[in-house]
């Protein structure tokens, strides 16, 4: 019963909305509307998991002194710093809680989106070695694409904006959309075996 | 010891840190000044040319060096009742450039609801308790004690949800007791609908007409910090006349014997009642020729048709040979009766006659729209219009690309789209909007690019065979682009005069309202009529005791037979045989005072109300006679609603082509061939454009049904090998003989992400492989829902492996929402732990490289998996093995090697092939220009 009654659930709901999509009805609209503000209610009480086992894990390192503890008390204060903040003054702006996401968050997070310029030219130097025909070709096909989008490619020739919006509408949309096509199917499939009970492993587990 | 020094390193670096910023925050708030200075040079005026409903407020803003982030207004009818009505935010740093900043306290506002505070609050900083001016409170409570009484003091809106309003309030009878002058004693009953505050959506509020209110500002500085309350002023409502109106024209038509005015409207329009329209004759004496009523809450006609007979009514004297003699003017009237004319002087008619209006729209629909929620109609006319978005030459003024768009509609779908340029055809098979020709002309000279079309069949009258649009184009050597139609040529200077107007009225109401404008290239219109979800109701009597909000009792029904614009019923059964004892009551004293009467004119008089009142009492539209029969309140108002809702979403529709200049043209009210002139939209119970994904969905559904039975049976399905799946079991491994742990992360999406459930079916099997080789793994997660999840995932992994011993619940752990922050903390397990093999298989965004690139610096073995097409390139480029897309969701299938799920794998591969073959199938056809089949599949 413990896993029979979740995947009927599974079965009868997957059901519903797969109706949803053929049925443009009002009953279907709003039990769609219905259904998704209950979603939104599931949110705020997960938050107290995740919260929970951030502490948990912390703690527990704090308190069996493990490698690198001292860490751990530095993600707690900050935890409980800015919740209290939070509680005590807002989060409006002008209150402490908006000046320490303004000044610790957002910098902090600008910072690690800026190492990706610095990772894309190590990754470009992999991808671009030509050690074979294959990586020969995707890097012949990057530097026209690179050069057609600015302007020094069109004064070389106009062959080359040409040459990489042919590259970029052919046989890169193909490509994509031979990815998506099996996405899609993949996606329909393991929908289907979850509604099905064929895949549980969601349910934690024995298959 | 080591782990001793890190600490100390750690406090160290703390403190470090916290002493820097303090330190920056000393430094950010050292430099604002104190916020100790009230606000000034407040001033409160009324608003020209409104309903008695609007007031604005006027002050100085403070320095910006005050760092000010927000004014705060409060308002109350006596000084010591201020309650916060809103706010303006402010930049900080840039401040207020202006000299003065304005609020508008007008129109409907918010004022409470369920969801207000509970009791009085005192603002922040204002001492509990205390009264008078200068105390500020926040917004209003629903406590009926507070907000009851304040009612009285402004104009009150309530929205009400129909379910609550129709079917579950509390009826109760108010009596008014009054001794009029003669000592006889009127008693009035008022049957009211009782609703507690829990029940109403919300209240708005509005000013009243000719009182005073007080209001106040204080502003708040980015230390959070209010200042001093500024001087409490106070401003009066006053009724003004309307706003005058922008344009009025008037055009006699002399063969049509008829007028044609059209005016544009004011910019405040909420307090229109109707609209005058004035002939002055040779002597300069003004005469009512026509009225048009406002359409309120919706906008209204701005155009009329006025016949000479109809002026000769309203004018005995009026000669339409005399026409130069005659001056016309226009007036707003407003609900007070308060009259503005539009022009100083009133203007003569430009006589004419109907040649020059234009022709009118043809083949004008109305019809339900289809796959819809029955909240749509579509309202289409006119044959099809092609325009030219963009022409480009190439370098060498060799090849034109001519970017066009088409505006159909449901009658005339277009199919082929023919272009024709200085003798050259090119037919558009497939609408993609770009067309190319090869230049054979001197592209400095003016051309044309003519187009006809060629419609889909549905039984319409084919379009005319000369039917044509055409544009011109020139390239311009100082813009170096090419301008479209130009030089102008008549027929689009022709089409580009006039635009369309849509009109409708519903059955509920006499007076059409303004639905839409088209411009001249438009040629379908999708009005949305919603479903009516509450009701508006005026101020509420209140109740001390029972806490209840007490609302008049109706229900409009419908515009009946014209003599009852709104006729409405009595929400209570009760109420009703009240009403109807109150008339029978009324016609018998009537009939008594008849028979006394003795003046012919007192006895026409009584008779006529006799007659009312019997003709109100009896002739009742049929819905009414019907549900009054039955016993039941709920039964009787569902029936009621019911007529309600058909008769507020049924819509009769005209459409107007005009100028704006007062020479328009009607098409009759649209009639459908069974003589219907209301529509009402109808819903669907099947989308018919999602029939090629019902077949879809049932082959595939077919396919795995097939395949799951076949392995059942035993048979070998042949699975092409995908190294990344296979190589899964080594990576864990290469992490056990390292004797290091795992690193799992399952994507950054959420539960509702399909690509989190494959990766989540893939962690099952990796965490039990993990498990069976004792090697620690690691799943950091960034959705709260996904955490238990992965959680009991993990810890079934280890049970069913005989090792519930080794199960850490702390190894699937939260680490954060924020994207880059999740990142950081990865990367950081990677460096710290030293992960022998990372797993990322799920949803990923710009994280990806960031993360992997980390992975295979620390020399991880790594294998991901994603359906995110963008994300690939930099997993490809980084990861040992990827799998790409699809192969996420089948390597669960590849672990397991179970036949229900190889089943569904081999299904997936047969679906693929099909939908190969339909792509080469339509490729092949739609080349030779047979597009039908393409056709059948929608675009989304």
Request: charged share 20%.
């Amino acid at each position: 019963m413990k896993r029979q009654i979740p995947m009927m659930i599974v079965l009868i709901l997957g059901l519903l909305f797969v109706a949803h999509v053929f049925i443009p009805s009002k009953l279907s609209a709003d039990y769609l509307d219905w259904f998704m503000k209950w979603t939104k209610v599931i949110g705020p009480f997960a938050i107290v998991l995740g919260v929970f086992s951030l502490v948990l894990v912390h703690y527990n390192k704090i308190k069996r002194k493990a490698p690198n503890w001292g860490y751990s008390i530095v993600t707690l204060a900050a935890l409980v710093i800015t919740t209290a903040v939070g509680f005590i003054w807002g989060i409006q702006e002008g209150t402490p809680y908006m000046w320490i996401f303004k000044n610790f968050n957002v910098p902090l997070g600008a910072t690690m989106f800026s190492l990706l310029a610095f990772y894309i030219a190590s990754a470009a130097y992999k991808a671009f070695r030509a050690r074979s025909i294959e990586a020969t070709v995707l890097l012949v096909a990057a530097i026209i694409v690179m050069l057609g989008r600015v302007s020094i490619g069109q004064a070389i020739t106009h062959w080359i904006p040409d040459i990489t919006e042919w590259i970029l509408n052919v046989p890169n949309l193909a490509a994509k959309r031979g990815i998506a096509l099996g996405v899609g199917l993949g996606m329909t499939a393991t929908s289907l075996k979850i509604m099905l009970g064929i895949e549980r492993s969601y349910l934690g587990g024995k298959d | 010891m080591k782990g001793a020094t890190e600490v100390k390193i750690c406090i160290k670096f703390s403190i470090l840190l916290l002493t820097f910023t303090l330190l920056l925050a000393g430094t950010a708030f050292a430099k604002m000044q104190p916020n100790n200075e009230p606000v000034e040079g407040l001033r409160v005026e009324d608003v020209p040319h409104d309903d008695g409903g609007g007031l604005i407020l006027s002050w100085k803003p403070l320095a910006k060096e005050k760092r000010i982030i927000e004014y705060r207004i409060y308002r109350g009818h006596t000084p010591d009742s201020l309650f916060y009505i809103g706010k303006i935010p402010v930049d900080a740093k840039t401040g207020v450039a202006a000299d003065t900043m304005k609020y508008v306290d007008q129109g409907w506002t918010f004022f409470v609801d369920a969801t207000s505070p509970a009791k009085l609050r005192h603002e922040k900083g204002q001492k509990k308790g205390s009264k008078g001016a200068e105390v500020l409170y926040r917004a209003v409570p629903r406590d009926i004690k507070v907000y009851g009484p304040l009612m009285d003091e402004y104009r009150i809106l309530s929205v009400i949800p129909n379910n609550e309003y129709l079917y579950k309030s509390k009826m109760k009878i108010f009596t008014e007791v009054d001794t009029l002058e003669d000592a006889t004693v009127d008693t009035t009953t008022e049957f009211m609908a009782g609703m507690k505050l829990e029940q109403v959506k919300y209240i708005l509020t509005k000013l009243t007409t000719g009182k005073t209110y007080y209001y106040a500002i204080q502003a708040l500085n980015m230390n959070r910090s209010v200042s001093p309350l500024s001087e409490i002023v106070s401003g009066k409502t006053t009724d003004d006349p309307p706003e005058k109106l922008g344009n009025f024209y008037a055009v006699a038509l002399r063969d049509l014997e008829q007028m044609q005015f059209e005016w544009t409207l004011p910019v405040f329009t909420s307090d229109q009642q109707q609209f005058n329209i004035y002939l002055y004759d040779e002597y300069g004496d003004r005469h009512l020729i026509f009225t048009r009523q406002d359409a309120y809450p919706y906008t209204p006609q701005t155009n009329a048709i006025v016949p000479y007979d109809s002026i000769a009514a309203n004018f005995e004297a009026f000669n339409p040979a005399n026409m130069e003699w005659y001056t016309f003017n226009i007036g707003e009237m407003d609900r007070q009766d308060q009259e503005t004319l539009a022009l100083d002087e009133p203007i003569p008619a430009e006589i004419t006659t109907s040649s020059i209006l234009p022709e009118p729209p043809i083949h004008f629909t109305v019809k339900d729209e289809p796959n819809d929620k029955g909240d749509q109609l579509q309202v289409f006319f006119g044959y099809p219009f092609y325009g030219l978005s963009k022409l480009t030459y190439n370098n060498d003024f060799t090849k034109l690309t001519v970017n066009y768009f088409i505006n159909d509609n449901s009658m005339y779908e277009v199919d082929r789209l023919i272009l024709t340029i200085n003798g050259t055809t090119k037919t558009e098979y497939v609408l993609d909007y770009k067309v190319a020709f090869r230049v054979d002309w001197d592209y400095l000279k003016p051309m044309e690019i003519i187009g006809t079309f060629i419609c889909k069949k549905k039984g319409q009258e084919p379009l005319p065979e000369d039917y044509h649009i055409t544009h011109t184009f020139i390239f311009n050597t100082k813009q170096e682009m090419v301008l479209i139609d130009s030089p102008p040529q008549q027929q689009m200077e022709e089409m580009k005069k006039y635009y369309y107007q849509i009109y409708k009225t519903n059955r509920l109401s006499d007076v059409y309202r303004y639905a839409k404008e088209l411009s001249y290239f438009e040629r379908e219109y999708i009005d949305k009529i919603s479903y009516e979800e509450n009701q508006y109701r005026g101020r509420p009597k209140f109740s001390l005791e029972d806490k209840r909000l007490y609302y008049s009792t109706y229900l409009s029904i419908v515009n009946y037979k014209d003599k009852y614009p709104f006729y409405t019923q009595a929400l209570y059964l009760e109420q009703l045989r009240h009403q109807d004892n109150e008339l029978r009551d009324e016609i018998t004293k009537l009939k008594g005072e008849l028979e006394k009467a003795t003046d012919d004119e007192e006895r026409t008089e009584i008779q006529r109300n006799i007659d009312f009142y019997t003709d109100y009492l009896e002739d009742k539209p049929e819905v009414v006679q019907k549900a009054n029969q039955l016993k039941s309140n709920k039964a009787r108002m569902k029936m009621l609603y019911k007529a309600h809702c058909t008769n507020a979403r049924s819509f009769k529709y005209y459409i107007r082509k005009t100028d704006g200049k007062g020479h328009f043209i009607d098409t009759p009210v649209y009639t459908t061939p069974d003589g219907t002139q209301y529509l009402f939209p109808i819903q669907n119970w099947f989308n018919t454009n999602e029939i090629i994904t019902l077949v879809a969905v049932l082959i595939f559904a077919g396919l795995v049904y097939f395949m799951i039975k076949a392995a059942r049976k035993g048979k070998r399905l042949y699975i092409r090998p995908i190294a990344g799946i296979q190589e899964i079991d080594n990576a864990i491994g290469r992490a056990t003989e390292m004797g290091r742990p795992i690193l799992f992360v399952p994507g950054l999406s959420g539960i509702s992400d399909v690509a989190t459930l494959a990766g989540l079916a893939i962690l099952s099997r990796v965490a039990k492989k993990a498990a069976e080789y004792d090697t620690r793994i690691l799943v950091p997660v960034r959705d709260f829902i996904v955490l238990p999840i992965a959680q009991e995932i993990v810890k079934e992994a280890h049970y069913e492996a005989g090792r519930p011993d080794t199960y850490d619940k702390n190894s699937v752990f939260f680490i954060t929402q924020a994207q880059f922050a999740f990142v950081s903390g990865v990367n950081g397990i990677m460096i710290r732990e030293k992960t022998a093999t990372n797993f990322y298989m799920g949803m990923f965004w710009a994280e990806s490289l960031l993360m992997t690139e980390t992975g295979s610096m620390t020399g991880a073995i790594q294998i991901a998996g994603t359906d995110a097409v963008n994300q690939l390139p930099f997993f490809i480029t980084t990861c040992d093995y990827t799998l790409i897309g699809e192969e996420l969701y089948a390597a669960s299938a590849y672990l397991s090697k179970q036949p229900l799920i190889l089943g569904t794998l081999k299904a997936q591969d047969y679906m693929k092939l099909l939908i190969v073959i339909t792509v080469i199938i339509g490729t092949i056809l739609s080349s030779v220009h047979l597009t039908f089949f393409m056709n059948w599949f929608p675009v989304k």
